[in-house]
């Protein structure tokens, strides 16, 4: 059920009506609608400790076209806490794909098995192509290098969290900001509030340009940061991974791989309340040395995935308002 | 368990008793047996939308030797709207077939940890070996380009819910007659009623001839049917998907893989009530435009297999009669 | 969470205190503690036939950095069976560890996911890092060529449950020494009783010599012992497979794979209440004909694995003392 294409400003969307909403874009969502899921998430805490039956009786399926662990798991974990179920697969050769089934017919099959799908495809437009065609909510699980909106919704329940507020947070995104389909729902997210931008890339991977225009109009984006020079200022660093598999060059992603590693010395003179993020999985970015500081909070940041995705099933499944 | 091993007519099995009892063949059932199971399946209906507890505590184990979404998805959820677990695997790689174990001692090790097993497997025969091994009952996911009975069943079970009966109906089976398995098991399975069929298939893809002799003494059977011509007189259009992994050899199935495409065209002077059937995934047997006229029921018949599958399991395991 | 890292004799681990324990290595555990689990899996069998709510809302994690049937399958049939759920994946291609994150951080993900992980990894020593970095209980599903603990706990529950006993057996370990993580186990666990071990195996695939050392010290070892010889005396025939996957030359492994095969001919003067054991899969070493005479208990071993898995998961999430 896709409401955008009707291409209206979509007044229901927007009345804080979540039952059957598809999660495709962090665009489709305004401030006030964001907060309610964060609130929403802070409620399902005590659930992801204790055990809860709010969703018994209900199915979520896992469409996973490219390989996960965090995201795919943590559905997963969300929908068992929640007392739901799950079916779905983890990689495309397992499925009917191989046998040359387009994506359309797939979610026209899999709604007649489930409540719910979690998506997560190679291809940019495919959540909404989904969404489209299927009769369940759609929740967009990462697409291509385009978008990955419930971990946009994370990053700012963690920020929230462990910051306390999200309104005048200096925040500097640093790595892969072209291909990295987290910081392009995570810098839309930001843009709905009081915050400042800082852009910290190798020249090659610099922030896609359709994503800086929106974000530009709205809030204060500074390009081509110098790390070393705002340190001192920031309060949120969020780490990405420079991504392979995203590269069409060997030799290109050979040359920028190391250009942003954060390590102790990196920190040296930050505020002692800034806070560090990664979406994880990391590879080289964030030295092990900094994982016991105090500013990191990546591993905080994945138990959040948990009730963040609790409260985002049981929106758009009606279990909550 | 397999009685029909023992060559006799198994008047056990005709009983309607289903506990504990194999589904391999489609052949083992007679056509009370397969009302029956109709039967049950409809009464699955307000089950597979408001759930249930009728399986609480069985497991059912899906082994699934070759790729599937449609028939391993609607079995797990057929499992999980009944109450019931799942466990299993998805493709050989990720079990021990890979350190050389055979399938009996595959199945004599997983009935230790299921109640029932749903198998899917390249080798024909495989599922008649695996419940002759299995000490619980086995249903036959798919194997080879033999059998598919559980699919059968679900073809016949949309007939009677979109047509309204079986008896009567002229039935034309399209496209790959030879290596598509689910064709085999539907041609058995309407044989036992007052159809009459038709063949539409290109020249090398003609309707096995072991499948021919069993159906030809019982119903009358048109081969080589010309579909333009039948078209106005059909009630029932099944289309099967050319299947390119059959194929011994790749410019056989150049050759062939267009040669009976559904689309407006061909259905114009079809019967207002003609149904479309598919058993999916489809390739480009029917051309999208289908998807929207009265007759397309190939996504109704999805949801079936839900309905079909939680009565196969809650027949076998005992939970109904 | 990791004791045996603090160097201590862990006071606390030999007070059948199993509640957030590690299962890491069967070197961790004294006589009294493996009887106890022994006992606890005992309890647990009328659980696995009708079963329970007692893990329920609880989550286990299967980490598979390996293929497996067996192993994988029946920690989760355990789980299921004491009424808890399962997130997981069964090949590392389908996780993050593609994208190139260490174990390290893959752990301290899922323990935000999971009460409990089993982890199968191909590296020695993987099961231990992972239970240094974890916040919850780390079963080890097998390392390597390293261990298998909750194999070698499943063993002596079948010797104890099919001979009587532990204590007094003459029990001869048959295959590969070498590479076979379970015999490893196995060997450290029964030398922790009052029983005679008998090592037959190729020159090539003789007993690790660190495994050696320490169960010489402690119980009567035979090596390179006759197998024709012992068969009259011994209690136990424990066969092993040859691991084709761990050999690093394949002409090595076609050398010996058909070493020691066991057929009705090699039992012939064996006694009448010797048990044959195999973990499985097994690949040529016993012959089918041996599977129905009353010495196999290969395929009880595999039930048996259900009652330890769910008595080691009780135990470490605090459902049982």
Same mark, same amino acid.
């Given at each position: 059920?896709?409401?955008?294409? #009707? ?21 489709? !969502? ?7 899921? #964060?609130? &929403? ?23 996973? !076209? ?8 943590? !559905? ?59 009769? &369940? ?36 995104? &640093?790595?892969?900001? $072209? ?28 922030? $896609? ?17 110098? #790390? ?18 995203? !590269? ?33 999985? $990391? ?32 929106? &758009? ?5």
């Amino acid at each position: 059920m896709l409401f955008s294409t #009707l291409g209206l400003s979509c007044f229901w969307c927007h009345n804080l009506e979540f039952k059957g909403r598809d999660i495709v874009s962090i665009e489709d !969502f305004i401030q006030t609608e964001i907060n309610h899921i #964060l609130d &929403v998430a802070k409620s399902m805490e005590p659930l992801a400790k204790g055990g809860s039956e709010l969703l018994k009786g209900k199915i979520l399926a896992t469409l996973f !076209f490219e390989p996960s662990t965090r995201t795919r798991l943590s !559905f997963e974990s969300a929908m068992l806490k929640l007392g739901g179920n799950v079916i779905g697969f983890a990689e495309p050769d397992a499925s009917s794909t191989r046998k040359g089934e387009n994506l359309a017919d797939t979610v026209r099959t899999v709604e007649n098995y489930a409540d719910v799908i979690a998506l997560r495809h190679s291809l940019e437009g495919s959540a909404k192509l989904a969404a489209e065609f299927s009769k &369940v909510p759609i929740i967009n699980a990462g697409t291509g290098s385009e978008e990955h909106p419930t971990q946009a919704l994370i990053d700012l329940y963690t920020m929230r969290k462990e910051s306390g507020k999200i309104d005048g947070l200096k925040v500097a995104l &640093v790595g892969d900001l $072209r291909y990295g389909r987290t910081v392009h729902s995570l810098a839309y997210a930001l843009a709905l509030y009081s915050v400042e931008l800082y852009l910290v890339s190798p020249e090659t991977l610099r922030m $896609r340009k359709d994503v800086l225009a929106t974000i530009k109009s709205k809030i204060p984006v500074t390009e081509n940061a110098n #790390l070393e020079k705002i340190m001192p200022q920031i309060d949120v660093l969020y780490v990405t991974r420079i991504q392979k598999e995203r !590269f069409p060059d060997a030799a290109e992603y050979a040359k920028v791989k190391g250009a942003y590693r954060i390590d102790l010395k990196t920190i040296e003179k930050a505020k002692k309340d800034l806070i560090i993020l990664h979406p994880l999985p $990391r590879v080289d970015e964030i030295a092990p040395e900094v994982d016991n500081t105090p500013q990191a909070r990546y591993f905080q940041q994945v138990w959040n995935g948990i009730v963040v995705r609790m409260a985002l099933l049981s929106l &758009v499944l009606g279990a909550v308002e």
